[in-house]
């Protein structure tokens, strides 16, 4: 009798994880809370969005908000449910916001400066945790992008261990954590230096000593971000305890490619900001190399996988922790010499308001052509534009900008001037298990992707949600553009004039010089006329 009821329950246990198995992840989700931080943020929004829109019966997002900029937590969860990016779930389900639950939280505090009564809840209910939020600055001084990439990845792991319902723990790392590698599987590689001595250091340091020592300590890798987050890799595959882990390294990650809508982006990060600088005719060189693969990730793409390797992690609970490297330049690879081409042609045909120049971009690897257009394209109008602001009487500004557009793409360069292989066979993997429909909710087969008709919208994207401007506009700014063009021409021929009065008309050999050119033209005119005439 005992033999019999010992069976059936197994069979009924074994039923029902089939059944968990076999439910498709918007059913996985449903009726669960989720922990997310770093929501107020670029992905962290797109992930919200998501979750809301395909995951409907998700029970409760609960989302560790600080105060900032004068705003408290409450109004800027309230200024971002009323963002553009949250009309479809609005539309579905007005009453979305009930699902939101901030938790105030500084992650650079102890404890993550969540209440007592907060931690309470949330270790009682949370059943799985997406960790969004960094410092993805790369100039961050190295102490605070390690109190943030790295030990508040630790105190959240800490956290997460004593959630009793969680089954599983994502937490989004980079593509580029070990970018000092040219090709990078899927494996959480020896940290540069054990992070747990690197924090107890740095405790103690003053500023000015960390400063110094900062150079040596990163070594081979560019900046403190892709230091600290390899290290936040380390510090969760020797946290993680019993926990179901994964690991989410995207590449550059930007506009999205369909979801919610196509060309979503909100902020100046990556490869946004140089568009928009290319766009408005500011940016007019940089170095980065035109065959090198420019691995862009739409963002919808990302956050797919994200959510897909949640329900992975939770139903088949991998041994270790997978890592997923979410890239496209293995499977679809595109070059920053061809996004050169469509940025500036959609610029052309899309151009942007009151632009300080023409779009007429380009990259080039070569360092001194690209100092030598920076003093031409750039330095030199700047200085002109402010002498003309100077004598208006207003403040000169352009070689301000300049400077910081330089500090900017001199920090970004690395990225674009070389090429790095990653393994995305995990990524694979993950799409084999989803069912057909899974597939298509969860779309992160990057093989699809249309590149030309992704960075047009992209950079229309760039227009309408990081610049507020209006479609409707496009008129006026055509017509800007070719004022601008009048411009140019204007001060193309007072130059040539200026240029011909002081150097030529002054010198007899410069007039021979001159007049022997002209007349060599002319005899080549006249000679191609001729022979044109003779074939006719
Ligand atoms: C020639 C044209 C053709 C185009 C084809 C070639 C394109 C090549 C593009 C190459 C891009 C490569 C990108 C690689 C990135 C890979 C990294 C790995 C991916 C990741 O894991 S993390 C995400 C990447 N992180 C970043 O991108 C952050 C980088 N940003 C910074 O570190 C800092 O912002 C920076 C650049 C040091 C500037 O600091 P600061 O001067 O202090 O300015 P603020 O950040 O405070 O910003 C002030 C103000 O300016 C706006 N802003 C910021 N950046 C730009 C920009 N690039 N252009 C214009 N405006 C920008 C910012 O939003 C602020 O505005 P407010 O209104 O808020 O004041
Ligand atoms: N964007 C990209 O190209 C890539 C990003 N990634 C990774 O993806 C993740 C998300 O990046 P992304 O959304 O672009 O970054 P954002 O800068 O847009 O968002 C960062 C988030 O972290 C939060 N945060 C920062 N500091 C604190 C703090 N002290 N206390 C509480 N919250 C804080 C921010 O909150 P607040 O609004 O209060 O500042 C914000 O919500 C990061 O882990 C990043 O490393 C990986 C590859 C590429």
């Known amino acids: 009798m005992n033999l019999v009821h010992c069976n059936s329950s197994v069979q009924e246990e074994r039923r029902s994880s089939l059944a968990v198995i076999m439910a498709s992840i918007s059913e996985w989700y449903a009726g669960k809370n989720v922990l997310i931080t770093g929501a107020t943020g670029f992905m962290g929004k797109v992930l919200m969005e998501k979750l809301l829109r395909s995951c409907p019966d998700v029970k409760a997002l609960y989302i560790l908000v600080r105060p900032k900029a004068g705003q408290s937590m409450s109004e800027r969860v309230q200024d971002m449910m009323m963002c553009k990016l949250f009309d479809r779930v609005r539309e579905d389900n007005p009453d979305f916001h009930q699902k939101i639950i901030p938790i105030s939280s500084e992650l650079t505090q102890p404890g993550l400066a969540i209440s007592p009564e907060d931690v309470q809840t949330l270790t009682s209910c949370i059943n799985i945790v997406f960790h969004c939020a960094a410092t993805i600055r790369f100039d961050e001084p190295l102490k605070h992008a390690l109190q943030l990439n790295v030990i508040a990845t630790q105190q959240l792991l800490s ?219 750039h330095k030199f109008p700047a200085l002109i534009y402010d002498l003309f602001l100077r004598l208006s009487g207003q403040k000169p500004q352009m070689m301000r900008i300049f400077n910081r557009l330089h500090k900017a793409i001199g920090l970004l360069a690395y990225f674009s001037s070389q090429d790095w292989e990653w393994n995305s066979d995990n990524m694979n993997m993950l799409m084999s298990q989803l069912s057909a429909d899974d597939r298509r909710t969860f779309n992160f087969d990057v093989r699809q992707l249309n590149w030309p008709e992704y960075i047009e919208n992209y950079c229309i994207g760039t227009k309408k949600y990081v610049l507020n401007e209006d479609m409707s506009d496009i008129p006026a700014a055509r017509q800007h553009l070719r004022k601008l063009r009048n411009i140019r021409y204007t001060f193309n021929t007072v130059l040539l004039v200026f240029i011909w009065r002081v150097f030529i008309a002054r010198s007899q050999m410069a007039r021979n010089i001159w007049y022997f050119v002209v007349s060599l033209c002319f005899k080549f005119l006249s000679y191609f006329r001729a022979s044109s005439t003779l074939t006719q």
Not at 204 to 227: A, K, Q, V
Not at 316 to 321: D, E, G, N, S
Request: glycine letters at 6%.
């Open 159 to 377: 956290l997460a261990q004593q959630m009793q319902h969680l089954q599983a723990f994502i937490h989004i790392s980079t593509a580029y954590a070990n970018c000092n590698r040219r090709h990078i599987d899927e494996v959480i590689y020896p940290p540069p230096v054990e992070p747990k001595k690197l924090i107890d250091s740095l405790e103690w340091m003053d500023d000015s000593i960390i400063c110094d020592i900062t150079p040596r300590l990163i070594g081979d890798r560019p900046n403190t971000y892709t230091y600290t987050k390899a290290l936040a890799e380390c510090v969760v595959q020797q946290e993680s305890g019993k926990l179901n882990i994964a690991i989410i390294r995207p590449s550059i990650v930007g506009a999205s490619w369909q979801e919610p809508f196509p060309g979503w982006i909100d902020n100046f990060n990556g490869p946004s900001g140089i568009f928009i600088a290319a766009g408005k005719g500011i940016l007019r060189t940089m170095r980065a190399s035109n065959d090198a693969v420019a691995d862009l990730i739409p963002v919808d793409v990302v956050i797919n996988l994200t959510l897909a390797a949640g329900w992975y992690t939770a139903v088949h609970r991998p041994k270790t922790a997978l890592v997923y490297n979410c890239t496209t330049g293995g499977i679809n690879p595109f070059h920053w010499g061809e996004i050169e081409h469509h940025v500036m042609s959609t610029f052309k045909r899309n151009p942007l308001e009151q632009a300080f120049r023409r779009p007429n971009a380009n990259i080039t690897s070569n360092y001194l052509i690209n100092q030598y257009w920076i003093l031409v394209s």
